[in-house]
């Protein structure tokens, strides 16, 4: 997908990996400098180096001061933060288990992540946009969020508040030049998903074929079909969407499939 973001500043959280360089990727393709934002800070370092401008930073989504210092640096580097993409995400793949068992540590790691982080990051990026008065923030949610999954409360959980908590953000920064609005994923191809679902070898992967008769298309999305999601509502041109949930699932969401 094409789009015209010259001039223009991305920072994107969990870009060092996934769903998340793929977004990276393509804003870069089409003009944006790039802030690779990652706990993984070699890995963001490295994606980071195969951008034509883009710098990368190590970064929880947790931890406020190395969020403050990555949107410094952005300015810094930029003087100007157009677009933020909270991707940066995780799940659980030990304690697939029923609420009445699943363990607290567990629960607040996912929240503090999924959800508590990516107000955090909101919170202080959106500053230099809204004294801009102009902006987009694309948040990353799930299918999860939308129709919820068994053994996965945690993740239900956080992802259904980031669903409910763009339109909120929407509805709040709208007149002050900021539109929000948010993808949903249904399974996707990343190097993680290929571990655990779609390798040979993976763990759930006698699940596969279960899960992907609920998705019309039969398939998982490619991580560049997410990415061209992103670049739709980063558009410039895509001027009056807010507060929308685009679902890329293959269908999955849309019913039963007998």
């Not at 157009?82 to 940066?88: F, G, P, S, T």
């Not at 398939?219 to 061209?228: G, L, M, Q, V, Y």
Request: net charge negative.
């Amino acid at each position: 997908m094409n789009v015209d973001l010259a001039g223009r500043v991305a920072f994107v959280t969990g870009a060092a990996h996934g769903i998340g360089a793929a977004i990276a990727r393509g804003l870069a393709r089409n003009g944006a400098g790039v802030v690779v934002a990652d706990i993984d800070a070699a890995g963001a370092s490295a994606m980071a180096a195969t951008l034509p401008d883009a710098i990368g930073v190590a970064m929880d989504v947790r931890a406020s001061a190395q969020v403050e210092a990555a949107v410094a640096a952005t300015l810094a580097r930029w003087g100007r933060l157009d677009i933020l993409v909270n991707n940066a995400g995780v799940n659980t793949f030990a304690h697939r288990v029923h609420i009445d068992t699943f363990p607290p540590d567990e629960w607040h790691r996912i929240i503090g992540v999924d959800l508590d982080g990516l107000y955090l990051v909101s919170h202080i990026a959106l500053k230099p946009m809204l004294a801009r008065g102009e902006g987009r923030v694309i948040n990353i949610a799930s299918i999860a969020g939308l129709v919820p999954l068994r053994l996965q409360s945690a993740f239900v959980a956080a992802k259904a508040g980031v669903v409910n908590l763009t339109k909120s953000m929407a509805i709040e920064l709208g007149l002050r030049g900021v539109l929000v609005n948010c993808i949903t994923p249904g399974s996707t191809l990343t190097e993680g998903t290929r571990r655990l679902f779609y390798g040979e070898d993976g763990t759930f992967a006698a699940r596969v074929q279960d899960m992907l008769r609920h998705v019309p298309l039969g398939r998982p999305a490619e991580a560049d079909e997410i990415a061209d999601a992103a670049l739709f509502l980063a558009d410039p041109d895509s001027s009056y969407i807010n507060g929308h949930i685009l679902c890329v699932d293959g269908g999955w969401t849309a019913g039963y499939m007998m």
